[in-house]
DNA sequence: TTTGCGGCTTCCCACGATGGGAAGGTCAAG
DNA sequence: CTTGACCTTCCCATCGTGGGAAGCCGCAAA
């Protein structure tokens, strides 16, 4: 089957699966005389896997090693029960992120009135010259790398850390 | 003073603040006859608002709006306070949509004995012919693994629900 | 004065995942 | 044969961030 079947049937778009071939996530598809890239049920399969997971928020480079713990019959299923579970942890990191965020914002709208007045606590608190004040206090080192980077975003020292 | 002391007062990249003044966010700044860029404190003081509602999630786009209200002084406080509750409502969102994630990937390693054996309840939602029952809903471009850090920054999941 | 170093400048590249779109080839139906 | 839908490759843009090169500037030590 051409592309676009493909495509329909996976829920991959056209653009991403080439891009998957291209960055060998997928193999190389087998091409018709025309050129066409051409696709079978198994190709489908493989396709909504991933699709899948990355609806489960792995990224692509997760993806490929899903895609080997997938074909190598011979693993243990430990392998992918911890490497599932140490994707949860990133995700609750992200969601504790954004509710510290959620939390302070609401907290200065609570002490907005909303009104037509200009005084607001909203503005001021980002205008604030005390700096960090709006942050959540933790700052220590506690680093978890995500695929493709780190960094530890300069604080103050700005310009010149371990970049 | 130069970009570099700027940058160190305020938590900004010497690279972020010219970007932001490349992009328009904030004014060209002021050159010393040698080309070097010069800033006062009320330019530090618009780095650190800037600073701070990146760690609130908000991006570049939303914080032009931001620097906006702050600087018209005859804006209604209930502008400032819907705009917030707006962004809180977009983060809220991504909380969901990243919860969903994680509870499906619990329930899938829940069912995963997490052993030597090879059978693995994980792989085989993803793999499943039938289809979607792992998508929580529509999906849209989720972006979370930012480079970097600590704490509430630039998690760039947060914040972009469109884009 | 010369040397050296660190800071500054601009410019280009990379990332991740995705889409847009142009220029052109292919295929099936009318 | 024409038409229109589909396919091909190639390049560009996104968004926020950093890396790094080539070259100037400023200050201090030798």
Known sequence: MNIGRASKLSGVSTKMIRYYEQTGLIPKAARHNSGYRDYD???????RFIRRSRDLGFTVEQIGGLLNLWS???RASADVKSFALEHVERLKEKMAEIEAM??????????????????????EGLAEDDGDSLRPKRREPQRFGTPGG???????AATKVAH
């Open 150 to 156: 780190q960094s530890a975003r300069h604080h103050g």
């Open 72 to 74: 190598d019959r011979s």
């Open 41 to 47: 049920d198994a190709d489908v399969h493989r396709l």
């Open 102 to 123: 959620v939390r302070t914002l609401e907290s200065l709208a609570d002490h907005c009135h909303g009104d037509d007045r200009p005084e607001c606590p909203i503005i």
